[in-house]
């Protein structure tokens, strides 16, 4: 691997490696994604979609299907059809969370308005099952659309889940299961079973991306305090800001005392908060070591990610999904 090859991020390998077939994947989106009828659809996805996401789901089943062999075509349609479950989720949460700011631009539903950002979003569901059915295989449908509905249930449990500091760790990875690692399960496993893998190979393809998809979201939420070291930076803080109760808040509650659960209750079950309340929460999560549990539960998750992936063939696009899943946790390192 020359200087140049490791100074990239996996997922830059990766598209590097699979450029062919995400240069397809990205034709087939921007085709699919326009409307003769009504202008505004692509208007909104195009602001969404070309904002330069990393794209790591799509990526993800193409990996699967090469990896496993196929030399067909579809694969780059169940890319572009987890690409289009993804973006529709994000349209729709940036309305629920009355967001302003998606990659680093202004949310669809500001520039436009919360009904064309849900319209839209229902539109690329709808484009979604269109592309799943032209593939041919019920298995491949049964597994994207079951992965739509953990999305859409592990969103609506967020909402009532989210602010209840009777939240614990079993209902946290429950959301999280479905917000974030049910589309990375599937986005593997359906490569594995267009390529017509054997079984045992199919079940470590869509562990790998269960693992991945837990590690990459417990990574962010630790991230948002700072990562492990809990140093604050200009971006940290907005999930205490909004009142969501992650997994290093979830932690620290468990073991608070008296005072601390009333900081708790103050702050996050009744949103009154003061100037200063960010760094005393820090204080706590410090206290409590919950910063460091929660990094090394997205280590396990990693390891059992590398793990499933030894089970398959010996690949270059094994050796980048295992690089991409140590890419994910190195973040808070």
Request: charged letters at 30%.
């Amino acid at each position: 691997m020359s200087l140049a090859d490791a100074a990239m991020k996996p997922h830059d390998r990766l598209r590097e490696y699979l450029s062919a077939d995400m240069e397809a994947v990205n034709h087939l989106i921007r085709k699919r994604m326009a409307s003769e009828h009504a202008p505004r659809i692509p208007e909104v996805t195009t602001h969404l979609v070309e904002a330069g996401g990393k794209r790591i789901r799509p990526l993800m089943t193409l990996a699967a299907a090469r990896l496993c062999g196929y030399a067909g075509e579809d694969h780059c349609k169940l890319a572009a059809t987890v690409e289009f479950i993804h973006t529709a989720t994000l349209l729709h949460d940036d309305v629920v969370d009355e967001s302003d700011r998606r990659r680093g631009r202004p949310t669809a539903n500001l520039l436009w308005d919360n009904k064309s950002s849900v319209l839209v979003g229902d539109y690329l569901f709808s484009r979604a099952f269109q592309l799943m059915v032209e593939c041919g295989s019920l298995r491949v449908l049964d597994i994207l659309s079951n992965a739509s509905a953990t999305i859409a249930e592990g969103e609506v449990l967020q909402l009532t889940a989210a602010q209840d500091l009777q939240t614990d760790e079993g209902i946290y990875r429950q959301v999280i299961r479905g917000k974030t690692a049910a589309l990375f399960e599937a986005a593997t496993e359906v490569g594995g079973i267009i390529a017509g893998a054997p079984e045992p190979m199919v079940g470590a393809l869509a562990r790998y991306g269960d693992a991945l998809g837990m590690s990459f979201q417990i990574v962010d939420d630790l991230l948002d305090y700072g990562g492990a070291a809990g140093e604050m930076g200009k971006n940290t803080g907005d999930d205490f800001r909004e009142r969501k109760l992650t997994l290093p808040v979830i932690k620290a509650v468990a073991e608070a005392d008296v005072a601390e659960r009333a900081f708790w209750h103050r702050t996050i079950e009744k949103g009154r908060q003061e100037e200063g309340d960010l760094d005393h929460a820090l204080t706590l999560l410090r206290k409590h070591g919950a910063l460091e549990e929660t990094r090394a539960e997205a280590l396990a998750y990693r390891d059992a990610a590398r793990a499933a992936l030894g089970e398959l063939p010996d690949h270059p696009l094994r050796a980048m999904l295992a690089e991409l899943a140590d890419f994910v946790v190195d973040r808070i390192s």
